[in-house]
T-cell receptor, first 115, second 114 residues
Framework: GENVEQHPSTLSVQEGDSAVIKCTYS??????FPWYKQELGKGPQLIID?????GEKKDQRIAVTLNKTAKHFSLHITETQPEDSAVYFC??????????????FGKGTTLSVSS | EPEVTQTPSHQVTQMGQEVILRCVPI?????FYWYRQILGQKVEFLVS????????KSEIFDDQFSVERPDGSNFTLKIRSTKLEDSAMYFC????????????FGPGTRLTVL
C-alpha cells in the first residue's frame, strides 16, 4: 500500500524567512496530494492541494510542487509569520476524483516561526 | 463557513467499556470518514462511509469498530470494548461526492482509555 514520508519533523525559522517541507510517496498511482495545517487543539485544515496533472500550484504565500518522476512533493511557505506556526501534514491518495478514498498521511512537521 | 463538528472533545473511559464518538458532517456532504492519531504518530485512516454503507476500511477497523448514520445529520463511531491502545485522537471528516476527494476535518475527540 501507499506510504508517505515527511521531512523534517521540526522546522524553526525566523519571521520573514521561507519554509520548505518535503514529502515522498511510494505508490506511483497516487494522484492527489493535499496539505493540512493543524493548530493546537484543532483538527487538520486543508491549506492547499495538487493533482498529478500539474507540477505546481500557488496560493498567495503558499505553494506546492510535485515531481511525479521522483515521487515527491513539497510545501513552500514564503514570508513566514508567527501565525504560520503549526503542525503541517502532507497526504496522498489514489483517487482525486472519487470521494471515499483514504488519505495516507505523513508524520507531520512542526513549524515554529519566531519573531 | 460550514464545518465538521465533533462531540465530546474529550472522552475518558475504562478498558472494556463501549464508547460512541459523534460527528456532524458538513450538511451537503455525502461521504464521511473516521481517522485516528495516536500521540506522536501519523493520522491513520479507519473507514469511509457512503449511502449507509462502508466504502473502504483499513486493517485497524476490526470487529470492535462500527459506524452508523443514525439520522440525517449525525455520523458515529462505536468502539465496542475499548483497549488501552485505542487511546488516540479521533477525527471525523466529510467530502462532497463530486469534489477532488477533498476532505474536511473536524476538531477531533481525544479518547483516553484507562
Amino acid at each position: 500500500g501507499e506510504n508517505v514520508e515527511q521531512h523534517p519533523s521540526t522546522l524553526s525559522v525566523q519571521e520573514g524567512d521561507s519554509a520548505v517541507i518535503k514529502c515522498t510517496y511510494s505508490d506511483s498511482a497516487s494522484n492527489y496530494f493535499p496539505w493540512y495545517k493543524q493548530e493546537l487543539g484543532k483538527g487538520p485544515q486543508l491549506i492547499i492541494d495538487i493533482r498529478s496533472n500539474v507540477g505546481e500550484k500557488k496560493d498567495q504565500r503558499i505553494a506546492v510542487t510535485l515531481n511525479k518522476t521522483a515521487k515527491h512533493f513539497s510545501l513552500h511557505i514564503t514570508e513566514t509569520q508567527p501565525e504560520d506556526s503549526a503542525v503541517y501534514f502532507c497526504a496522498a491518495t489514489l483517487s482525486f476524483n472519487q470521494a471515499g478514498t483514504a488519505l495516507i498521511f505523513g508524520k507531520g512537521t512542526t513549524l515554529s516561526v519566531s519573531s | 463557513e460550514p464545518e465538521v463538528t465533533q462531540t465530546p472533545s474529550h472522552q475518558v473511559t475504562q478498558m472494556g467499556q463501549e464508547v460512541i464518538l459523534r460527528c456532524v458532517p458538513i450538511s451537503n456532504h455525502l461521504y464521511f470518514y473516521w481517522y485516528r492519531q495516536i500521540l506522536g504518530q501519523k493520522v491513520e485512516f479507519l473507514v469511509s462511509f457512503y449511502n449507509n454503507e462502508i466504502s473502504e476500511k483499513s486493517e485497524i477497523f476490526d470487529d470492535q469498530f462500527s459506524v452508523e448514520r443514525p439520522d440525517g445529520s449525525n455520523f458515529t463511531l462505536k468502539i465496542r470494548s475499548t483497549k488501552l491502545e485505542d487511546s488516540a485522537m479521533y477525527f471525523c471528516a466529510s467530502s462532497e461526492p463530486r469534489s477532488s476527494n477533498t476532505q474536511y476535518f473536524g476538531p477531533g475527540t481525544r479518547l483516553t482509555v484507562l
